[in-house]
């Protein structure tokens, strides 16, 4: 057995037994699959962490950055409270076209504000309606703006408030000095801010699995 094969068979067992597809979260994949979106959304097991993160903060609002067709929206929104909020961008309109039905089908479209366009051109619009801060923001969208997209979410959060950069460890091209490519400087960026911020703490953590050799990092905004 190769040793992706030996990741994907242990992401299934753990899934079958933690994190198992309903038909909404199904009919979400089955859907974004269909339009053709790209197969880069979370797994299974990581949209579980993430609702996990989002219930221990006890999270009200949310704000994702990158919502492809919905997938991981649906495993955060169901994290929150009747009255809760989640903002997710989305720069292309078909993905966001596709993650509207997705959420209409799981019956959360009423908690979710899908927003399409640049996300760098959202956020500031965004901070502009001087919303409370959110309790969590998930980044998961073009690597090469991490940065800017984590300079952002501290502007939109508050002491307490906890992020989530997805996808960190880049097949381990992040620790290779000679790799300049956007998405590696943009994520090494975005590692030395959280490392270096006096309102940051934070760490990262390689995993494998069906998605292959990555990682994620978390920090946590402090006063």
């Given at each position: ?29 089955r ?19 993430l ?13 994702e ?14 994290a ?37 366009g ?93 998605k292959g ?9 402090l006063?």
């Amino acid at each position: 057995m190769s040793e992706s094969q030996l990741w994907d068979d242990v992401d299934t067992y753990f899934i079958s037994h933690l994190a198992a597809d309903d038909e909404a979260l199904a009919a979400a994949r089955r859907e974004s699959d269909a339009a053709g979106l790209p197969p880069i959304n979370v797994t299974a097991n990581q949209g579980k962490l993430l609702q996990l993160l989002a219930q221990i903060q006890g999270a009200r609002t949310v704000l994702e950055i990158g919502t492809l067709g919905g997938y991981s929206t649906i495993w955060l929104a169901r994290a929150l409270p009747a009255d809760g909020r989640l903002v997710t961008l989305e720069h292309n309109a078909r993905h966001a076209e596709v993650a509207g039905r997705n959420l209409a089908r799981a019956g959360l479209d009423a908690l979710v504000d899908v927003r399409v366009g640049p996300a760098l051109e959202s956020l500031p619009k965004l901070a502009d309606e001087n919303p409370a801060p959110f309790d969590l923001v998930f980044i998961d969208a073009d690597k090469g703006n991490n940065p800017h997209y984590l300079e952002w979410a501290l502007r939109l959060t508050s002491t307490g408030s906890l992020i989530v950069l997805d996808n960190v460890v880049r097949g381990g091209r992040v620790a290779d000095a000679d790799d300049t490519s956007g998405d590696v400087r943009g994520t090494r960026a975005a590692i030395e801010l959280i490392g270096s911020h006096p309102r940051l703490s934070g760490t990262a953590i390689q995993t494998v699995g069906a998605k292959g050799y990555d990682g994620f990092a978390l920090a946590r905004v402090l006063p």
